[in-house]
């Protein structure tokens, strides 16, 4: 089955302890994504990454970090998370052109206190 | 600065009856958008697109419209389904088709009552 896989899906940390969000995708996508949603923000792209160790800034990359080192992973890093960083996170992927555009994971729920 | 906005949050709606949610957009040079339907607790699943160089795009009981001129799209749900309930996010690319750089509105809450 096609899927974008992430985890943990719930997750509750304290400031300044590091964590890792893994993604992966089984349908040998180049492109990968991370996006967080907060109420009335909609989805804001985080990083993405174009193909192996080829990452690149998205519209709020502040606090964040993220690795291409395999095609099929693409983790999501937080060296210091903070309570701004609460939100919900979801990794993607897509080809570089597809009709049905990107393909979303379930989703993790990070809170940060 | 928002280039793709929903301005209605939320929308109710009764079983079988038409459900149209709006999307405006500000940049022209947009040209492949999509819409993606959101359950709780679940990642956003597309629902159908359509690119600018058509006005209209159906695909069952989904019909997406593109005024281009306006920089306005609506996507209509008829008839609407209790299952249809699920935040619809609208989405746009202006990369020559290219689907990987989407900019996202903000979403609109759907509730279709039975």
């Known amino acids: 089955e096609a899927q974008v896989t992430q985890n943990p899906r719930y997750l509750i940390t304290v400031t300044g302890k590091k964590l890792t969000v893994t993604c992966s995708q089984n349908?040998?996508?180049?492109?990968m994504s991370w996006y967080r949603q907060d109420p009335g923000l909609g989805l804001r792209q985080i990083y993405y990454s174009m193909n192996v160790e080829v990452t690149d800034k998205g519209d709020v990359p502040e606090g964040y970090k993220v690795s291409r080192k395999e095609k099929r992973n693409f983790p999501l890093i937080l060296e210091s998370p903070s309570p701004n960083q609460t939100s919900l996170y979801f990794c993607?992927?897509?080809?570089?052109?597809?009709?049905?555009?990107?393909?979303f994971g379930p989703g993790t729920r990070l809170t940060v206190t | 600065d928002q280039q793709v906005k929903q301005n209605s949050p939320s929308l109710s709606v009764q079983e079988g009856r038409i459900s149209i949610l709006n999307c405006d957009y500000t940049n022209s040079m947009f040209d492949y958008f999509l819409w993606y339907k959101k359950y709780p607790a679940e990642g956003p699943t597309f629902l159908i697109s359509i690119s600018s160089i058509k006005d209209k795009n159906e695909d069952g009981r989904f019909t997406v419209f593109l005024n281009k001129s306006a920089k306005h799209l609506s996507l209509h749900i008829v008839p609407s389904q209790p299952g249809d309930s699920a935040v619809y996010f609208c989405a746009a690319s202006g990369y020559g088709g290219a689907t990987n750089k989407l900019i996202f509105g903000t979403g609109t809450l759907l509730a279709v009552q039975p």
């Open positions: 993607a992927s897509s080809l570089v052109r597809d009709s049905k555009g990107q393909y």
């Open positions: 349908m040998n996508h180049e492109y």
